[in-house]
Each structure stands twice: as C-alpha cells, then as structure tokens.
C-alpha cells in the first residue's frame, strides 16, 4: 500500500490507514455486507475523478469538462443493465438507502402505504423503519419472518389484501432464504402496487446466475455495490424504461448534488469483474463456503436461524447458550473474527444485545478461503462460544484464526 504522500502531509491518518489495512490482513471479516474490493477499484476510487462536479447525466450536464466522466458513467450504466438484465440504470446513489430513498421519492408521496420486511427480522431500515425517513414519511406496514425464519408468503399476500400498499419492498439485510421475487410480483400485481426489489446483500449472486434474478418481475431494482458484488462503497437503481426520467429526476435534483465519479468509475470496473467467468466460480464459492460453515457450526452442537443457509449468509441462534449476540461479537473480535450481533426472530434480548451473530462469508471468499477453511472458522465460533469465559482457550483460538489469515493474505500479488 503506497501511503507515501499522507504520510508526509497527515502522519495520523496514514497510520490509521495503515494500521486499518493490518486489522484487516489479520482478522477474518465475517460481516456478512463487506468484502475486499479490487486493487482495480482501488486505483479508480482513488483516481482524479474526484475533483470532477458532473451534476446531471452523461452529456446533459450542468458543468463543463466532463467528456470523460461522461464516458464512464455512462459504461458504467451500460454494465449494470447488462449484468443485472435492466432496462435503465443510475449508478449516481451514494448509498444503498440514498437508491432506496430516490424510488420512494420518485413514487409515493408522504402517507402513501408501503408494504416491506421489518428491521428486527431482517429487513433494512430504509425498508420502512419508523427511525428512517421510510417510516417517517410514509404509513409502513412491515411483514417478518416465521418460527424457522422464513418468510411467509401467504402472510405477505393477506397483509397486502389489508393495506393495499403502493409499493412493496422485498430484499434483506439479513434473510438467508432463496428470495421467491416470482412469488412478490404476483402478489403485488393483484393488489395493483409497484415492487421494488432491494438486491443490495445479493447482488453479487444475482449477477453471477446463483440466486435468482428480480429481472422481469421488480419494476425497481436497488442495490449497493460493495457487498457481495465486491465494487466501491455505494448505491445502483435500475428501472424499467417508462421510469427512467422519473428516477434520474429523484436522484439529482431530487436528493443528491453531484455525483461521485471516481466512486462510479469504481463502480464500472467492479460491473465488468463482475461480468467474468471467474466471479461466477468466486460465487459459486460463496455459497460452497457458507454452507460449510452452516454445517460445521451444527456440527458443533450450534443452532442456525432456519438451518442451512442458501445464500452467503446466517444467522447464528444463541438462546439455547448463556451468551448474547453483544458479548459473543466481542468474544469472537478478541480471537479475530468480526461479525455483527444481529436479533433472531421473537428476541428476548434488546436490538442493542440481541441473541443472534450475522455470518456471512464474501469477504473470506475473496481472501481465497475454502471448504475446509469454513469448517475450522466454525470450529473457533464454537470453542469461543463454548468457552467464552476461558482466557487460555480464547488465546489458543486467536492463534487458529491468525494461522488462517496468514495463509490467505490481502491484495497479494
Ligand atoms: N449495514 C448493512 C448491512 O450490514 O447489512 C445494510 O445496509
């Protein structure tokens, strides 16, 4: 990592960076929304695009000086419909919620009903939570998950009979479940309302054929771009065509000012790894990996929300153990390995404690880890959980789990 002008103009900052990237090489990030993003991407988001303003769209701009941006954002555009199989794209949202926000905005007005996935069984705030704009603004109706953490398809169908929602969202941040979009649309359909399908954890699946795709039956599709899809920290929208000006509206001027180009150069490139042959095996090897894991944690006696996952994620179930989800994040950052507490369905716990730890397994897919490698992961939860208590053992597991991050280092090469 070249660092070589911070450390000259900001010795504090280059030192955190530095320290950052050695937090990163030494731990094995089990945060089921990062990933490690190319030297690719990198160089691009580190590029001088940034000192480019570029509101408006490619070659309609309100500034001048922007022949190459408007090059590449308009590739970027191009690469995101192709792989994602969309009509129209605007890479601008500079998050995930800013793309999921710009749909609201472009389609309801204040009060209108929105039908979508609550936060505590694994929804995203934006998705209608009353602390966010979704839930302020608009009259939210939230639909969960069952006992096995599932979602109940009926349920959704009854309660879009009920409300009459004009939208509906579907898409999670934490539902390790085949999401039947087919299924959404038809019940969208016979209530008359638009769906929007937020694709953010999935992307990365869905561009590579191994999830299904929203294609055909979202007429709005969002995503972010670092999760699963390994690009740059930020937001897609995709639309059917009719929608196109409308969405473009919402998003400049609608919410944002200029956009980020070097981010959105950031995006094109990740768009175009993401195209190849080998992000198809490196998804496949997502899904390899966390059922491996899913099964080397039950294995080890641990309970999974729904059982085995089929995605690149789970949820791990700690009620039946005497530990929360907050103390056992911190127990597994002492042998390190970071992951995230996260609720189970019907929670005793707060959402600040909770009795559930998200895994998730794209970023250790990127580092080049395997099968085997997802069964001794397993194996250091499960000691730590067990054996949470035990200073020595908690030793003896930071030492597995470095032995692991040592064989799989970080932008080798
Ligand atoms: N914060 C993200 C996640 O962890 O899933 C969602 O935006």
């Known amino acids: 990592m070249n660092l070589e002008n911070i450390k000259k103009i900001d010795p504090l900052v280059a030192d955190e960076i530095q320290k950052e990237f050695e937090r990163q090489q030494n731990t094995i990030e089990l945060i089921a929304s990062e990933n490690i993003t190319s030297k690719a991407v990198l160089e691009a988001c580190g590029s001088v695009l940034t000192n480019k303003y570029a509101e408006g769209k490619p070659y309609s701009r309100f500034y001048n000086g922007c022949e190459h941006v408007d090059i590449i954002e308009e590739v970027a555009q191009e690469r995101a419909c192709k792989l994602f199989n969309m009509e129209h794209a605007n890479v601008q949202p500079h998050s995930g919620a800013q793309a999921n926000m710009a749909v609201f905005m472009y389609l309801l007005k204040p009060g209108d009903k929105v039908l979508g996935m609550d936060l505590s069984s694994g929804g995203h705030l934006s998705h209608g939570s009353p602390v966010n704009f979704s839930g302020m ?247 730590a959980v067990y054996s949470a208590d035990n200073k020595s053992g908690l030793k003896n597991l930071r030492e597995r789990s470095l032995k692991l991050c040592k064989k799989y280092p970080l932008y080798k090469g």
């Open 137 to 383: 603004y608009f009259d939210v109706k939230s639909y969960g998950v069952d006992d096995f953490g599932c979602i109940d398809y009926e349920n959704v169908r009854q309660m879009a009979l009920e409300h009459k929602p004009k939208l509906i969202v579907c898409g999670a941040s934490n539902y390790s479940k085949i999401i039947d979009f087919k299924k959404f649309r038809e019940i969208a359909d016979e209530v008359g309302a638009y769906l929007l399908a937020d694709i953010a954890h999935i992307a990365g699946l869905v561009a590579a054929g191994v999830h299904p795709s929203p294609a055909g039956y979202a007429q709005f599709v969002t995503t972010t771009t670092h999760k699963s899809l390994r690009g740059p920290r930020g937001g897609i929208i995709m639309c059917d065509m009719e929608h196109a000006r409308g969405i473009d509206k919402a998003v400049f001027p609608g919410m944002q000012g200029g956009p980020l180009e070097h981010i959105i150069a950031g995006k094109a490139v990740a768009l175009l790894e993401a195209s190849k042959p080998e992000f198809k095996t490196y998804a496949e090897q997502i899904l390899k990996n966390a059922k491996a894991l899913a099964q080397g944690l039950m294995d080890e006696g641990m309970e999974i929300i729904g059982g085995m996952t089929e995605n690149h994620l789970m949820t791990l179930d700690l009620r039946k153990t005497s530990r929360t989800g907050k103390e056992m994040a911190n127990v597994l950052e002492s042998v390190g390995i970071t992951a995230n507490k996260n609720t189970v369905p019907n929670d005793p716990q707060t959402p600040f404690v909770t009795s559930g730890i998200r895994l998730g397994v794209p970023a250790v897919t990127t580092r080049g880890f395997k099968e085997d490698d997802m069964v001794e992961v397993a194996k250091i939860i499960a000691s």
